[in-house]
């Protein structure tokens, strides 16, 4: 099949299963509830993205009208336009270089399948609907897409595989120029649209991708294989963007060779390239400027990411002068311009421009009031199993210990907790709460070695690190023993799980919010991408290696589950699909286990404002109730 369907498991109708309780509000006084309620409902703004020959038409996202949806800015009038309101909500959105029109993902309820639609950038007529921006592509997931003056290249990813798409313009249908059964993506085109860049797993490892870079030809020519770059086992490639002057072949990627992500340059026409060694610990990441003479670096160390500019012709290193914080997406206008959002643990994220004169300031100002902010987050590093584990502690404000604690464990599992604003976290602090963020083995930011030592044995080797920090916070007397909470959503929501069945002593309850629950189930279920993601990160598919899933399955340990359990579920999730949720809550109910749970129509999370904070409500209520 190319699209999960929701399939009901067992002679168990959901409805069956007890349903978590949805309070009205979180606190008896007027001042606390509608502070943790305005982090959620104030207006976010993403950074705006500008076409490339237009610079005065801009897209971004914001929750503006209750759902995150997409918008224009003519920055030339200052006119702000929603383009979408769908149920679900919207948020890819990409700008051709001519600003003539704008491209969004249709999907269907937050399924995450479905094509690449486009508009007008002045807006449709009323009750028009936009049409296919590529035609002749397949209905896929997503797998990439390069929008040039001429070419387009998309991919899209379905059971069958990878696939990715040419068009150049015009009526014409798209070609497809590349299909393999393993994943693949659309990486970068070059300024003068004739070299394309492919991420690809051949070799059966989409975690370690490889590179190939292919010529576009003629309109009646095909492609023609350029050249191919690989690491070896263990050591990913990732094409980032092609310098952006026409001409210049130079391919920016990151590499693993030295155990961490860094930088490279490399011409795939003559096959020259340079590693360039900044010096910075951490992890990098970067885009080229406008003249392609610099890069803009993001050096992510220690859960904050900064700014830096390297001139290539010197290899002069300089940090911007950027706003305190850490620093989320950027990007960099052809006067030199740097736009960028940055928010901290105590501060809502800002979306700001330095300027060449090294000024800075806001960008936009969303209208209404500004989201309150919270407490500071401490850093914490501690001796775990595999090696030192950096966790995030945020306690309210003049609180001793031992206090209820949530430990909130991200998604991913190649994703990080940072010094980032969270209206979830500050939700937790206001309820009393303790919140520990870790790091775990699996996360990004702490080298290649750290990300990859989960690979064979995913789960339980987290939970060993959780546990360690576990044991440091009951032991400086931060958690109460006796009411620490294991909570995640995702790869965190599986982790949750997975804890309360594998260390059912530490914990007073559990939440996982659209979870792996049966892994055995979810494989069979889940996109095509995840799929490739597991088969890398178990060494196999359940076939080749059922132990490794078995072993890492929450389903396996539903027995040995002693905490009440509260399960939050999408109906049309495709990552972690409704069917093996299901089996678990099963499985609850047949062990005779205290559980509630949560269904709502959407895929993977929400995009709409009140159904996130009912999501948060019952999380804290649930936790409320099972420590009371």
């Excluded at 919207?90 to 029109?101: A, K």
């Excluded at 896929?140 to 150049?168: K, M």
Aim: proline share 7%; charged share 25%.
């Amino acid at each position: 099949m190319d699209h999960p369907v929701a399939v009901q498991s067992g002679d168990q109708h959901p409805d069956r299963h007890p349903a978590a309780r949805v309070p009205d509000r979180l606190f008896p006084d007027d001042e606390r509830e509608q502070r943790w309620r305005a982090r959620f409902t104030a207006t976010r703004m993403s950074r705006p993205h500008w076409a490339r020959d237009a610079v005065d038409r801009s897209v971004y996202t914001s929750n503006a009208s209750g759902t995150t949806e997409v918008y224009t800015w003519d920055r030339a009038t200052d006119l702000h336009r929603q383009v979408t309101a769908r149920r679900s909500g919207t948020h890819s959105v990409m700008l051709p270089p001519d600003g003539q029109t704008l491209w969004w993902f249709d999907d269907t309820d937050g399924d995450e399948f479905g094509r690449w639609v486009c508009e007008p950038f002045a807006g449709l007529p009323d009750e028009a609907r936009p049409d296919a921006a590529i035609p002749g592509v397949e209905d896929g997931y997503p797998a990439g897409l390069e929008i040039g003056r001429s070419v387009t290249a998309v991919g899209t990813s379905t059971d069958e595989g990878s696939r990715i798409w040419l068009h150049r313009g015009g009526a014409g249908a798209a070609t497809m120029i590349y299909e393999h059964p393993e994943d693949a993506h659309v990486g970068a085109l070059s300024e003068d649209e004739t070299l394309l860049a492919i991420s690809h797993s051949e070799h059966g490892d989409s975690r370690h991708p490889a590179v190939r870079v292919v010529r576009i030809g003629g309109e009646d020519e095909g492609t023609t294989v350029v050249a191919e770059k690989s690491d070896g086992e263990g050591k990913g490639l990732t094409p980032l963007v092609f310098a952006p002057v026409a001409g210049d072949n130079r391919l920016l990627l990151l590499h693993e060779r030295r155990g961490r992500e860094e930088l490279l340059l490399w011409d795939p026409v003559t096959d020259v390239e340079t590693e360039l060694d900044l010096d910075l610990p951490g992890e990098l990441i970067a885009d080229f400027y406008p003249d392609a003479s610099a890069l803009l670096v993001w050096h992510t160390h220690a859960a904050r990411t900064r700014l830096y500019r390297y001139d290539l012709s010197t290899g002069e290193l300089t940090e911007l002068d950027v706003a305190p914080g850490c620093v989320g997406s950027a990007e960099i206008r052809p006067d030199g311009t740097v736009e960028y959002t940055c928010s901290s643990a105590a501060a809502p994220s800002t979306v700001r421009a330095l300027h060449p004169d090294g000024t800075d300031r806001e960008l936009l100002t969303p209208p209404g009031d500004r989201a309150p902010g919270s407490v500071a987050v401490q850093d914490v590093w501690v001796d775990g199993p595999g090696g030192r584990v950096h966790a995030l502690v945020a306690r309210p404000a003049d609180a001793t210990g031992p206090l209820p604690t949530v430990f909130s464990l991200h998604g991913g599992p190649h994703a990080a907790d940072e010094d980032r604003f969270s209206p979830v976290r500050a939700a937790w602090v206001d309820a009393g709460f303790a919140v520990v963020e870790v790091n775990y083995r699996g996360s990004t930011g702490y080298g290649s070695v750290w990300r990859d030592s989960i690979e064979g044995r995913p789960g339980l080797t987290e939970l060993a690190d959780v546990a360690a920090v576990h044991d440091w916070a009951v032991a400086e007397g931060l958690a109460d023993p006796e009411r620490t909470v294991v909570e995640g959503w995702s790869w965190g929501g599986y982790l949750a799980l997975l804890a309360a069945g594998t260390q059912p002593q530490r914990w007073a309850a559990a939440i996982g919010g659209v979870p792996v629950a049966d892994y055995l189930t979810a494989y069979a279920d889940e996109m095509e991408q995840l799929r490739a993601f597991d088969r890398a990160l178990f060494g196999g598919s359940p076939e080749q290696v059922p132990d490794t899933y078995r072993v890492a399955s929450p389903l396996t340990y539903v027995d040995q589950v002693r905490a009440p359990i509260l399960v939050l579920a999408g109906e049309n999730d495709p990552r972690c699909p409704i069917r093996q949720v299901d089996n678990y809550l099963d499985a609850l109910a047949a062990a005779g286990a205290r559980y509630e749970v949560s269904r709502f129509d959407a895929g993977h999370g929400s995009l709409v404002v009140d159904e996130t904070l009912r999501h948060i409500s019952t999380e804290i209520d649930f936790a409320r109730r099972m420590l009371s």
